[in-house]
C-alpha cells in the first residue's frame, strides 16, 4: 500500500540518482560525444584537407609549412619553425595506433633530413611504448588535437556535432530518470514495506501517535481506568453496536495503549494496527491485545504488527485476532 513514507522514499532516491545522471550527461558525456563527433568528421576529410587543418593548428606553436611541403623520399610533411625544419606525420585513421615501430620510422627520417624535430598526429591511439620512444617526437592523439582544430572549422560543424550531441544526451537521459525511479521503487519496498516501520521509524512516530487526543463518543460510557489492566477473558465494557469505524479505531488505540507492557499504539494502515511494546510479547500478552480487537467489529479481522523494544533479539510478529 502506497503512504507518505514510501513516496517519499521513491522520490528522494529518484532525484539523487537522476540529477547525479543528468549532471554527468551535460558536464561530461556531452563533452565525450562532441569530441567523439569531431573526430569522425575529421577522419572522414580527405587526407590533404585533414592535413591542412593540422598545419594551420600548430601556426599558434609557431610552425609554418615549408615551401616544398612535401618530402618526396617519405610520406611527411616538412615544417619549419625558428629557421628549423620539422616533419609532420598524419595518421588520419580514427582506429590507428601508433606504435615503436612508426615513431622510430620519423626519427629516422628526422636525422636523414638533418630536421631538428618531428611532430605524429593521429586521430586513433598512441601506445604507451610508443611515448616512451619520443625523443625529438611530439606526438598528438585525437583527444589532444581536436582542441586545436576545433575552432577552425566552420560554425555549421560545430552546430551540426552539438545538435546529435544533445540529442542523444536527451535520449539517454530519459531512460536514466526511468532507471532512477524504478531503482526507487526497489529501495522504497526494502525500507518502507507495507504495515511495518524500522525500529528507528516507529520510536519517533509512536510519541506523535500517543500524544493525540482521543475524544470518546458520546453514545458510550467512559472507559475502564487505565490503572486496572483488563483481564483476557472480560471483554470491554462499550457497546460497540452504533459506533461509527473511526470512534471504533480511537477506541481501540486508547484500551490497547491501557494495556501493561505497551509503550504506544497507532494504525500504521488502514488494516494493521502497530503495537509497540516494551518487553518480549509473550501469549498472556498477546490474548489481552486480541480481547481488545475482536470486540470492534469494525476492526477485529485487522492484522497486528508487534514490534519489540529497542535492543530485543526477538523478532517482529505479525498475526491477525479473528477471520472473516
Known sequence: MLNASFIAIVLVVAIVLGGGFMAYLWLVKQRQLIVAGGIATLAGMRWR????????????????AHPDEHNPEQTDLRLTRGGQTWLLSCKQGPKTRVTGTQVGE???????????GGILVTLGNIEPSARKLAGHVDMLDGHALWPLI????????????????????????????????????????????????????????????????????????????PSAAPAPAIAPTVSVSTMPEADQRKQVIEEVGGLPGIESVFWSTRSTLMVQLTEDANQQRVDEICAVVKH???????????????????????????TF
Open 150 to 225: 576545433d575552432p577552425l572549422l566552420p560554425p555549421s560543424v560545430h552546430n551540426g556535432l552539438h545538435e546529435r550531441a544533445r540529442a542523444q544526451i536527451t535520449r539517454t537521459a530519459a531512460l536514466g530518470w526511468l532507471g532512477a525511479l524504478v531503482v526507487g521503487f526497489g529501495l522504497a519496498m526494502l525500507l518502507a514495506p507495507e504495515g511495518s516501520r524500522t525500529a528507528k521509524e516507529t520510536a519517533a512516530a509512536g510519541p506523535l501517535a500517543s500524544a493525540q487526543p482521543v475524544s470518546t463518543p458520546t453514545s458510550a460510557p467512559p472507559p475502564t481506568s
Open 49 to 64: 584537407e585533414f592535413s591542412r587543418f593540422v598545419i594551420e593548428a600548430l601556426q599558434a606553436q609557431g610552425f609554418e
Open 106 to 116: 620519423l626519427t629516422d627520417a628526422i636525422r636523414l633530413n638533418g630536421a631538428a
Open 296 to 322: 470492534f467489529d469494525a476492526v477485529r479481522t485487522s492484522r497486528l504488527h508487534l514490534q519489540p523494544p529497542a535492543g530485543s533479539e526477538a523478532r517482529v510478529r505479525f498475526l491477525q485476532c479473528a
